[in-house]
Nanobody
């Protein structure tokens, strides 16, 4: 059973930083396509950033609002994924969730964590 657990959320002032973690158990983070999503009250869930291995290289992608402010990374030894968030804005307030996608024999399975609340407020 694959399980994802997020941590690191909290209350931070505008301009501050937070580092989110996503601990993966029951699976290997290095073999999954990993990503961070967020969902603000009353809004659709949206992609923040993703990371995946392609031919031995780690590739990342970011949505526009995350570029130059957020950094996604993973530690294959600790089996964790991270999201370093800098220069936080009030509009970054949301529940942040991690997602893992496994593709085995052309069958795709998605796993989600429960989320961690990030609140940016003065």
């Amino acid at each position: 059973q694959v399980r994802l657990v997020e941590s690191g959320g909290g209350l931070v002032q505008p301009g501050g930083s937070l580092r989110l973690s996503c601990a993966v158990s029951g699976g290997n983070v290095s073999t999954y396509g990993m990503s961070w999503f967020r969902q603000a009250p009353g809004k659709e869930r949206e992609l923040v950033a993703g990371i995946a291995s392609v031919r031995g290289h780690s590739l990342t992608n970011y949505e526009g609002f995350a570029k130059n402010r957020f950094i996604i990374s993973r530690d294959n030894v600790k089996n964790e994924m991270y999201l370093q968030m800098n220069s936080l804005r009030v509009e970054d307030t949301a529940v942040y969730l991690c997602k893992a996608v496994s593709v085995v024999d052309y069958r795709t399975t998605e796993y989600w964590g429960q989320g961690t609340q990030v609140t940016v407020s003065s």
